[in-house]
């Protein structure tokens, strides 16, 4: 059985948050832990932490270190070290990571490629 483990993070963890009254359309870039609540589509970028909330819906292709997904994404994912998916997470598109978990129950439709972060 695999599960996600998020570590309990609160709001309080993240530098930026996108509030779930708030729609973005274009690129987004950030450096510092992110927390989408609202709705993004295009491009998103970044060298830290993603989290994609219960009530978030995502359209965009996905760069970043960490990526959980608790809520919508669709969209490719390229991660540095992790990506995870909550039973509540749902999830269209590939996905690119050293590390992958999927928790029973959650939505996936694509493929996954796991690299060898040793190099």
Do not use: W
């Not at 996108?18 to 491009?43: A, C, H, N, T």
């Not at 909330?53 to 608790?70: C, G, T």
């Amino acid at each position: 059985m695999t599960d996600v483990h998020n570590d309990a993070l609160e709001l309080e963890d993240f530098d930026t948050v996108l509030s779930p009254d708030i729609e973005f359309s274009g690129i987004l870039r950030f450096d510092k832990p992110f927390l989408i609540q609202g709705k993004v589509s295009g491009e998103i970028n970044g060298t830290s932490l993603l989290m994609i909330a219960e009530e978030a819906v995502v359209e965009a292709h996905i760069k970043a270190s960490k990526v959980i997904i608790l809520g919508t994404v669709k969209g490719n994912i390229n991660a540095a070290e992790k990506v995870e998916v909550a039973i509540s997470g749902k999830l269209t598109g590939n996905v690119t990571a050293p590390e992958i978990n999927m928790e029973t129950g959650c939505y996936f439709s694509g493929r996954c490629i796991m690299i060898d972060k040793r190099f």
